[in-house]
């Protein structure tokens, strides 16, 4: 099997699963329980999250433990949103964004906000100067990814921070699900309110994310009740998950550490071999993140390439998992300002730390075979 859908979810370390599993065995107390037990959960819960905070270089009262990217996005940018609501209800964000955060700006659009979606260049880059110019005395949030899901772009967070750092009425929250592991981001002093990490893009598991809130910022919950999570989000934490993308994410760290740029050096490999088969159009600018590279086969339907592949246990994708079976064309690269043929004919290849130059080899011998086979039949 060569798997290359990693942006999608990434297959779970062993020793992840061992954390959860002997945690969830060892520790199953309520941590909010005043009993001996209730004390040793919690007690592991406030490791877990000083551990993460000194990778990241913040407060350990900053890391909420959620379920993962989707509520993340949610609960920052709807609680700043909620909150703020009386100074001002307009939100900066980009036509690219992931459709948890995306989706989530048109909810509050329909709810009387006035949302700016910005523009991004033909690289799929959002310009500093246009959030800078789209900031206004009514502005309470801009919410821009790091790290685009689709097409890899790295969007300028830390230049925008800057920006952001001039305005401290408003809040800046990034979207780090596709950065976190691959490109780094600085949190600490950065301008970045919020910032959101998912667990099983890391080889952690499905279900488990964290969602850092500088003690400065202040959010709405969507969620109440037992006032876990400094009341932020309330319910009994899943501590298992906790201690599980803790795990994930030191280990990602040190891979990142490791690597050095060759993973950086086996996708510009691969994009220079996808680029030579014929009516294939690489999407993926060369300044985007080291792990995906889209690109479009011209006449021939994606799923149907997809299920080709995946006859012969090859495993690429479509857009975003969360889109992926919805409309034919992507949002993505219609904001690049590609034309039709090349908008709903989109692939993703998305590799992880543990790919090799061999599967991809053998990758794309697949995909120039089944490209041929495909395009007889279609004509």
Do not use: W
Request: net charge neutral.
């Amino acid at each position: 099997m060569i798997y290359l859908d990693n942006s999608a979810t990434t297959k779970p370390h062993p020793s992840v699963l061992r954390s959860y599993n002997q945690v969830s065995e060892s520790f199953f107390a309520n941590p909010s329980s005043i009993h001996q037990l209730g004390a040793e959960a919690e007690k592991l819960l406030q490791k877990a999250k000083e551990q993460v905070a000194q990778i990241f270089h913040v407060a350990k009262d900053e890391i909420i433990f959620t379920s993962g990217g989707t509520e993340g996005n949610n609960m920052a940018i709807k609680g700043i949103a909620l909150q703020h609501r009386q100074r001002g209800k307009h939100i900066i964000t980009s036509q690219i964004e992931h459709p948890s955060v995306y989706d989530a700006c048109q909810s509050l659009e329909a709810m009387g906000y006035d949302i700016t979606y910005l523009p991004v260049d033909c690289n799929g880059v959002v310009s500093a100067n246009d959030v800078s110019n789209a900031i206004r005395e009514d502005t309470i949030l801009i919410s821009i990814m790091h790290v685009n899901n689709e097409i890899g772009s790295i969007q300028p967070v830390q230049e925008i921070g800057e920006l952001a750092k001039k305005h401290p009425k408003l809040s800046f929250h990034v979207d780090h699900v596709q950065g976190l592991g691959k490109v780094p981001l600085q949190l600490s002093n950065s301008g970045i309110d919020l910032c959101t990490m998912s667990g099983h893009k890391i080889h952690g598991l499905k279900g488990t994310g964290i969602l850092y809130i500088a003690n400065r910022s202040k959010l709405f919950p969507l969620f109440h009740g037992g006032s876990q999570e400094r009341s932020i989000r309330s319910g009994t934490e899943n501590l298992a998950g906790a201690v599980a993308i803790v795990k994930a994410i030191r280990m990602i760290d040190e891979r990142e550490k490791q690597d050095k740029g060759a993973l950086l050096a086996l996708r510009n490999y691969a994009m220079q071999r996808i680029a030579e088969l014929d009516n294939v159009v690489i999407n993926t600018s060369k300044l985007a993140a080291p792990h995906i590279i889209n690109f479009s086969v011209i006449g021939l339907k994606p799923e149907v390439l997809i299920h080709a592949l995946g006859e012969k246990e090859i495993f690429i994708s479509t857009k975003s998992a969360c889109s992926s079976k919805l409309s034919d064309e992507s949002r993505v690269l219609a904001a690049l300002g590609f034309d039709s043929e090349r908008t709903i004919s989109g692939l993703r290849v998305s590799m992880s730390y543990d790919t090799t130059k061999e599967e991809l080899n053998t990758f794309i011998i697949e995909l120039e075979k089944a490209i041929k086979q495909l395009k007889k039949v279609v004509g």
